[in-house]
């Protein structure tokens, strides 16, 4: 949701449809409604509750007043990064940048070993990101997430649309201009393509997004619902929700359309798919058991098993790239909360304490985005410490964060 409500847009999905009422009126709801290996003479730095200390020193070169600022910006947005402009720091990293090029180079002073250095070539602004990625990975062993792309929804216009932004909130593009409603926007693991639900014929249908030629295509248009869908770790396959056969169920279906294969079935809710990262198996949302509670699922089909999360709503389910914990949505008190469900010992954790809905992680498994109050934060799941992510617009909801 683009602002704070006291409904999720899953809740809102699962009253309506236990009213039964017809595909039209679905629509009148609705409107309510990147990493390079540490050389063996290099420190490993357990990042947990302190951040490691890097000296970023003056870059040289025609731009290089403007890429140091985005490598600093980026780097203390990791959360795990003090950034210095000198002294003693545990690492210093510098650059020379040239015309369409950045040549970086780390020292870890502690460990007193030869310098990493890399060239870098593109556009300013991606190979600053690329270093900063690159000076995260040897100075705190977690993999940066600069180079990342968010999708996300604003009715900054008045309308739900879709758009696209760097994670720093800048190059922000609206993808659709179709004065209606669009939702749900899903990465392809390629970064090439974006799924997403829209209303612009007047049901809930999935269109696919390439990128690349700034092209879409309706894939899912089933009578009924048609939403959430969520791309394969192949992106071959998409998972969604589809009700053409009655209540809305888990599908599995071809990227390029096809015919829909069932994964549940029972007489609830089933909505919100994501994949585990092997592809085997789906978490999803349901109502089978009453309350809105989290579902495993074999993406063969079979039995599904509940996640317990020992919250009465839990909705949303987002899986995280190394297969180890799921975040999630928990209404807790009335207010929803991000949650984090941890798998080997099938634990679950509040992670947010003043509200957050449709968390979405980054590559590293350890930092997630999410929205609350019409705005956009990331998250270090570990600390707990959140950054804001401005980017020009207003009620801006449902982040998915490229891979």
């Known amino acids: 949701m683009c602002q704070k409500s006291s409904r999720s847009p899953s809740a809102w999905c699962i009253d309506w449809i236990g009213s039964g009422r017809s595909r039209a009126a679905l629509g009148v709801l609705f409107v309510l409604l990147w990493a390079l290996p540490l050389p063996p003479s290099w420190s490993q730095v357990e990042v947990t509750g302190g951040k490691v200390g890097v000296a970023l020193l003056p870059f040289t070169g025609p731009e290089a007043a403007k890429a140091h600022a985005i490598v600093s910006a980026d780097l203390a947005r990791t959360l795990l990064i003090q950034v210095a402009s000198g002294g003693r720091e545990h690492f210093e990293a510098t650059a020379a ?20 250095e890399r060239t870098f070539d ?22 940066g997430f600069a180079t990342s792309r968010i999708a996300f929804i604003s009715q900054d216009t008045g309308f739900k649309e879709l758009y696209i932004m760097d994670i720093d909130g800048a190059n922000v593009q609206r993808l659709t201009a179709d004065r209606s409603i669009s939702a749900h926007p899903r990465w392809s693991r390629d970064g090439a393509l974006l799924a997403y639900t829209s209303y612009r014929s007047g049901y809930p249908d999935v269109f696919i ?28 396959t998409l998972a969604l929700t589809l009700s053409k056969d009655g209540n809305p169920e888990i599908y599995l279906m071809p990227v390029e359309g096809g ?65 180890k914990r799921i975040a999630y949505v928990a209404r807790i008190s009335g207010e929803f909360q991000v949650g984090m469900y941890e798998l080997s010992s099938a634990t679950a954790t509040l992670l947010s304490s003043g509200g957050g809905e449709d968390p979405s992680w980054t590559r590293n498994s350890r930092h997630l985005v999410f929205a609350h109050g019409g705005s956009l934060y990331l998250m270090d799941s570990v600390t707990k410490q959140i950054v804001a992510l401005p980017n020009g617009l207003s009620r801006c909801s449902e982040p998915s964060v490229s891979p």
């Open 97 to 116: 940048v040239g015309s369409g090029s950045l040549t970086g180079r780390i020292v870890d002073r502690l460990q007193k070993g030869p310098p990493m």
């Open 122 to 143: 593109g556009d300013l602004r991606t190979i600053a990101h690329q270093f900063a990625d690159m000076i995260t990975q040897q100075a705190t062993g977690v993999s």
């Open 209 to 236: 997004v390439k990128l690349g030629k700034r092209t879409r295509s309706r894939v899912a248009f089933f009578p009924g619902i048609n939403s959430g869908a969520a791309f394969s770790p192949d992106d071959l």
């Open 259 to 323: 015919i829909p294969r069932r994964l549940t079935h029972n007489r609830a809710t089933n909505t919100s798919p994501s994949w585990s990262p092997d592809g085997k198996e789906i978490v999803y949302t349901s109502d089978e058991r009453g309350s809105v509670q989290l579902f495993v699922i074999s993406a063969q089909g079979g039995s599904a098993r509940r996640l317990l999360t020992g919250t009465a709503y839990s909705s949303e389910p987002d899986w995280s790239s190394d297969g």
